[in-house]
């Protein structure tokens, strides 16, 4: 019998970022020496004050369910960080813990989007997120920027009676960009005007390198009830494997938020939660440290990929992601990213899945050898 599956598995589109680093993966067991800028993760590790209060937990017997939206401490520790850290008031009421930022977008979404709504997605856009629109029955519609910043025009131009909301992505995955006070305001101004909600993914607040970015939802009061701020422990602490993201939003959506979760996943991992409430009040000093790093890093990378024929790459303000502009190379993303990989043995990730066919993303999360000889590589 042919099995029949259903719209929703038959449109989702698998990662290409997961597939192209299989594949490194994949040489790596054979042997060879792969130079992979593919890791959307910090190189370095989770501190070690945060995995001695994951230890603590063990010992103490902190291995039972937990309320499916997460701790009340932890919840409270995120609203106290928020605070601190972007401006943004919430109570622990506010805020939803999930497994992962991708988790908390993914329940973003079942709760506002609905079949046949439209969700105006800004490119160049991370690939998760017109697959989870897609998901809920919803039609992603791409809007096109001037390089890699806001078209706010085009955004105006792309709003219709079906439109639901907007997914804001700053500092941005692929791009490092991050987008100024002027155009949040003016996306702000357009949701207000239209009804709209803002889904703002910030997962990268704390890897920016000239200009601290701002948050949509400390605007004010009014776009903060139409937005959910969305983030994660996985940068800026180095804890993508812990899988504890979350979000702040108006209480009415977070009690929607916290119910769905409570049937798909029950609660995030109780030891996880307990290395984030530390992660959370512990020291914060570790975090300018490797920003700094991350910019020389930068700095190597963005020079590098200059200098090579046929390649551009605008210097990115956050994130650890460069973006590079290969259209004079003449062929897809993808098809340069197969033949790096095979003859240079350099993984990178094509743009297409992005929204940008004639760029690659390479990520600068690694350390300063492997950026230069993957450098002299992509050269040859």
Request: glycine content about 6%; aromatic content about 8%.
């Amino acid at each position: 019998m042919e099995l029949a599956l259903t719209r929703r598995a038959l449109h989702v589109q698998a990662s290409e970022t997961m597939a192209i680093t299989a594949k490194a993966d994949e040489l790596k067991k054979k042997g060879v020496n792969v130079v992979a800028f593919t890791a959307g993760q910090p190189d370095f590790d989770t501190p070690q004050h945060i995995k001695d209060a994951a230890k603590q937990a063990m010992d103490a017997g902190f291995t039972k369910y937990t309320d499916a939206r997460g701790i009340q401490e932890l919840r409270e520790g995120v609203a106290q960080l928020l605070q601190k850290r972007n401006n943004l008031h919430y109570t622990a009421d506010d805020i939803v813990v999930s497994n992962g930022a991708k988790h908390a977008l993914y329940n973003a979404m079942q709760v506002l989007v609905q079949e046949g709504d439209e969700v105006l997605i800004p490119v160049p856009y991370w690939v998760t997120f017109p697959e989870q629109v897609k998901f809920c029955g919803g039609k992603p519609v791409f809007v096109q920027g001037n390089g890699f910043a806001l078209d706010i025009d085009a955004l105006r131009a792309s709003i219709t009676k079906k439109t639901k909301a907007i997914i804001i992505n700053s500092p941005n995955n692929p791009s490092g960009a991050v987008y100024p006070k002027k155009d949040l305001q003016a996306i702000a101004d357009l949701a207000l005007e239209h009804d709209l909600w803002v889904i703002a993914d910030e997962c990268y607040d704390q890897l920016w390198y000239e200009e601290q970015p701002v948050s949509i939802a400390a605007l004010g009061e009014e776009i903060k009830e139409h937005t959910i701020t969305v983030n994660t422990f996985s940068k800026a602490y180095s804890m993508t494997g812990w899988r504890i993201g979350y979000t702040a939003s108006p209480p009415t959506l977070a009690e929607r938020m916290a119910a769905l979760q409570s049937h798909q996943t029950s609660n995030p991992c109780s030891i996880a939660q307990k290395a984030a409430l530390a992660a959370c009040t512990g020291k914060q000093d570790f975090i300018s440290e490797w920003r700094k790093i991350f910019r020389e890093r930068r700095n190597a990378m963005i020079e590098g990929l200059n200098q090579i024929k046929g390649m551009s790459c605008d210097l990115p303000h956050g994130a650890f992601y460069a973006f590079a502009d290969i259209s004079k190379m003449k062929q897809s993303s993808t098809a340069y990213a197969q033949e790096l990989l095979e003859k240079k043995h350099v993984a990178v990730i094509p743009g297409k899945p992005f929204g940008m066919d004639n760029h690659i993303r390479l990520s600068y999360a690694t350390n300063m050898e492997q950026i230069e000889e993957g450098l002299k590589r992509m050269k040859q």
